[in-house]
């Protein structure tokens, strides 16, 4: 048994929109994400800037249709899934084995972080209804009551390549013709507890982040959502506006060196990229573009970029980093780009890596700087790799 | 020096180091102890908490914790002056 | 393709039991952590970053020691071929709870290193050198039918031929974990990598977390 996956649709969520075509307005236009802090109280709030999502929670919840006091984890989620689902074109999800496979890191840390002011003054004080969807798979239920997915229902929690994995998750269930649709991405609401503790790293960046630059600083944290709708071939057969494009390979790898730092050579996202692309059968040449996992640190960038100079020796794809947009947003950004590189092959897009200057002096080439449409994109590797060694490739294909 | 060998074992948790294993210029890093750059942070955190004394990045911290000597030298020198 | 558990290891309630065999018990009134550095120094492991662990990470990385005890599955089936795959109910939470508590004064970069549930997973690989997939799943309670599955799969897939899985849980003070080595080695010699073993393993482990 081995069934193609197709794409049929997507949803997101970031700084940058609410919604998939206030994305692509934004990407074409180079609107950045990233401002001074206003929704998230913190004490570095003007030393640090961040990519929020424009709104409150209670904005939130107005446009997800669920009550406020639910985490804005949860909320960010229902927003991007919902719309993946609506744009399938798949009218009744009732009818198939559905799933839903959702990624976070926070759960609803950004609640109980405030529920803790209080109550730790005074343990009578302090709503506990904050509280009870602290843990990461609250979210994920929230989201699957709220789309009506009883089916099959995970969370996958493996750091910043959380929600790549929980696409290749839903890819392997279709495969092998246990569900017909999974919405599968995942989502993170930025919280204290993220911001204090990489400022504790020391790789967040005080001004706006530059990934893949030789004076690039460090990270600017983001939020948001953000999935994918995938079917099997019947059910891609059924749709009325037919199938975007297949996830044609995928693969995880451990890069086996330390906690929080990648090996300088780069070695777990070399497996990845390089194990994707045995499982798709295609070869480096045939990469039109990469989404980059890009996040701007001394680190990754430039394990990242020893990783593809040693795979694609001197054929370089385009590339940029679309973390120059939205921010790192954790366990959403595989979903979140995951979108932006089936986007890339619907409408032929290359996204610009903003605020790119200085190539690095270690690379042999260079991201892209301005946006394209119209480009023949046929295969599109998306990278996401986390904390704990781990490392994921998403392959995308025109069909 | 002894205190700061002390402070640096029990901040890094370095259970089976005794203070004096660590020679005043034994390079603390890699080859020497072989700590690493989350440990490098922790030194950050203890030169805050102990010293008052705040790096501002972690470039810094390369040659102020090269040895023992060297982080005690910037400790004596920027150390806040208090009665 | 038929599965076998090489080795297994069990630690819960004070006491280790490794492929069946009670390895290690300690008074009931060690504290966990205290527990868990007798055990690595049982094992007589030189690995001095034991001690910055965090305890879910430690208590994952003596499972992991127990099963691989004098393998080198890495040389023997090549290192992107080792993987391995966990669960638990908490994820990091007893991490986060440290993280939070250090928040009051300067937070800690080493606590916030192991606020994701998937460094113990990072530990073991850097231990082992295991550069194979990996996952964390985050369930309710343990599912035998899941990791079977799951795992099961890799190896149908070719992604792996050796796996450390299971389920490792560890929240202020509680521990249980039930670890299995995962190799294709048909024969009587080992118990067949099935739901009734995973499950019969499982239930050995009379620990206080509840599933």
Partial sequence: ?????????????????????????????????????????????????????????????????????????????????????????????????????????????????????????????????????????????????????????????????????????????????????????????LTKFTLNGFNTLMILDQQYCQPFDENRRGLNLGEGAGYIVMVSEKIALSLKQGPVCTLSGYCNANDAYHQTASSPDGTGSFLAMKGALEKSGLQ???????????????????????????????????????????????????????????????????????????????????????????????????????????????????? | MADLKKQIIEQLNLKDVKPEDIGDDQPLFVEGLGLDS??????????????????????????????VRTMAQYITEHQPKTV | MLLSITSYCVIADHSVILNGEKWHSAESTLSAPDFLTALYKRSGAEYPKFYKMDQLAQLGFMAAELVLQGRNV???????????????????????????????????????????????????????????ENAFFVQESFDPSFLEFYVADLFKRERLKVCVCGWVEYLEGKYKAVIYLVESKPGNRYLQFDIKNIHQIYETANGEING
Avoid at chain 1, 86 to 108: K, L, M, P, Y
Wanted: charged residues 20%; proline residues 3%; negative net charge.
């Fill in chain 2, 38 to 67: 989350i440990d490098a942070l922790e030194l950050i955190v203890l030169l805050q908490q102990e010293y008052k004394i705040k790096l501002a990045n972690a470039e810094e911290g390369q040659s102020v914790f090269r040895s």
């Fill in chain 3, 74 to 132: 890495s040389e023997e089936y090549g290192a992107s071929a080792a993987g391995i795959v966990f669960c638990n109910s908490n994820a990091s939470l007893d991490a986060d709870l440290r993280y939070f508590e250090s928040v009051k004064n300067i937070p800690s970069p080493a606590q916030f290193v192991y606020t994701l549930p998937n460094i113990v997973i990072g530990e073991i690989s850097i231990r082992h050198r295991l550069k194979g």
């Fill in chain 1, 284 to 399: 480096p040449g045939d990469i039109d573009y990469i989404n980059l996992h890009g996040t701007g640190t001394q680190n990754n960038d430039i394990a990242e970029g020893t990783a593809i100079k040693l795979l694609f020796k001197d054929r370089y794809p385009k590339m940029s980093s679309t973390k120059s947009f939205t921010g790192h947003t954790l366990g959403a950004s595989g979903g979140i780009e995951a979108v932006f590189s089936v986007l890339s092959i619907q409408h032929g897009l290359v996204y610009p890596n903003l605020r790119f200057e200085t190539p690095m002096k270690e690379l042999p080439f260079t991201p892209e700087t301005v946006f394209s449409k119209g480009q023949p994109i046929n295969h599109v590797l998306s990278n996401s790799f986390g904390f704990g060694g781990n490392c994921s490739s998403l392959l995308f294909s025109k069909t």
């Fill in chain 1, 1 to 189: 048994m081995n069934f193609p996956v197709f794409i049929a649709g997507t949803g997101v969520i970031s700084a940058i929109g609410n919604n998939v075509q206030q994305h692509l307005h934004a990407l074409e236009n180079g609107t950045a994400g990233m401002d001074n802090m206003t929704y998230l109280d913190s004490v570095h709030k003007h030393r640090l800037p961040v990519a929020e999502v424009k709104m409150s929670n209670e904005e939130l919840a107005g446009l997800a249709g669920l009550p406020a006091y639910i985490s804005r984890t949860a909320l960010l989620s229902s927003i991007a899934a919902k719309e993946a689902l609506e744009q399938s074109g798949i009218n009744d999800i009732r009818q198939w084995r559905t799933g839903f496979i959702s990624a976070n890191t926070v759960g609803g840390m950004d609640k109980t972080e405030n529920f803790f002011i209080d109550f730790l003054k005074d343990s009578r004080k302090g709503r506990l209804r904050n509280v009870v969807h602290h843990e990461c798979g609250a979210a994920t239920e929230i989201t699957a009551d709220h789309l009506g997915i009883k089916h099959y229902v995970s969370t996958i929690s493996t750091a910043c390549s959380s929600s790549a994995n929980a696409i290749f998750l839903g890819a392997r269930l279709i495969k092998q013709d246990i569900l017909d649709v999974v919405v599968a991405g995942g989502t993170d609401a």
